[in-house]
Nanobody, 118 residues
Framework: QVQLQESGPGLVKASQTLPLTCTVS??????????WSWIRQPPGKGLEWMGV???????YYSPSLKSRTSISRDTSKNQFSLQLSSVTPEDSAVYYC??????????WGLGTQVTVSS
């Protein structure tokens, strides 16, 4: 059974960098044709896709967040991470990591709440 678990600080100050990690069990982040995304949902708003790192280490970002977002991975720990720089209160959201495979439904983590204080 594949499981994803987000971790990171629940509270970050404005202008700082938010670091989040997704720990994966039951699957390898280097599995062929797998894609590992970060997605967030601000309060009262819809889901926003932030970026992805694929099985071969390629990264793609949302144009609106590209200048502040970095996604990386640690294959030895089977983890991938998000760094969001220069955060503002508008970055407060529930942050999710997600696995997309060539076939089958996406698999989501439970999400982690992040609040940015001004």
């Amino acid at each position: 059974q594949v499981q994803l678990q987000e971790s990171g600080p629940g509270l970050v100050k404005a202008s700082q960098t938010l670091p989040l990690t997704c720990t994966v069990s039951g699957a390898s982040i280097t599995s062929s044709y797998s894609a590992w995304s970060w997605i967030r949902q601000p309060p009262g708003k819809g889901l926003e896709w932030m970026g992805v790192i694929t099985y071969d280490g390629s990264t793609y970002y949302s144009p609106s967040l590209k200048s502040r977002t970095s996604i990386s991975r640690d294959t030895s720990k089977n983890q991938f991470s998000l760094q969001l720089s220069s955060v503002t209160p508008e970055d407060s959201a529930v942050y999710y990591c997600r696995l997309d495979l060539f076939s089958g439904a996406p698999i989501w983590g439970l999400g982690t709440q992040v609040t940015v204080s001004s």
